[in-house]
Nanobody
Framework: QVQLVESGGGFVQPGGSLRLICAAS????????MGWYRQAPGKQRELVAV???????NYADSVKGRFTISRDNAKNTVYLQMNSLDPEDTAVYYC??????????????WGQGTLVTVSS
């Protein structure tokens, strides 16, 4: 079994910053790509940022230059530093990972989500 647990969401004013953290636990041999997705009310879930095991990153156009994804492979943890937050960034943020355990691959592991609210 593999689990992802997110933390770091909350309420912030426009222009503020938040740092999301996602920690993986369980029977983990290696984690391939890790990413952050978000789902705003009434909208579909969308990719925010993704990072490979080697550190290559990709971002949604809407967050480029404001958000930074990083990871600590030794801790099986991925981070999302969010700066210059805008009310349009309000959403539930989900962590996702492609995990290889000692017995099988889990290509789509999801966390429970953490709410980010940007409002004045």
């Amino acid at each position: 079994q593999v689990q992802l647990v997110e933390s770091g969401g909350g309420f912030v004013q426009p222009g503020g910053s938040l740092r999301l953290i996602c920690a993986a636990s369980g029977s983990i041999f290696r984690i391939n790509a890790m990413g952050w997705y978000r789902q705003a009310p009434g909208k579909q879930r969308e990719l925010v940022a993704v990072i490979t095991s080697g550190g290559s990153t990709n971002y949604a156009d809407s967050v480029k230059g404001r958000f930074t994804i990083s990871r600590d492979n030794a801790k099986n943890t991925v981070y999302l530093q969010m700066n210059s937050l805008d009310p349009e960034d309000t959403a539930v943020y989900y962590c996702n990972a492609d995990v290889l355990s000692f017995t099988r691959r889990y290509p789509e592991v999801w966390g429970q989500g953490t709410l980010v609210t940007v409002s004045s």
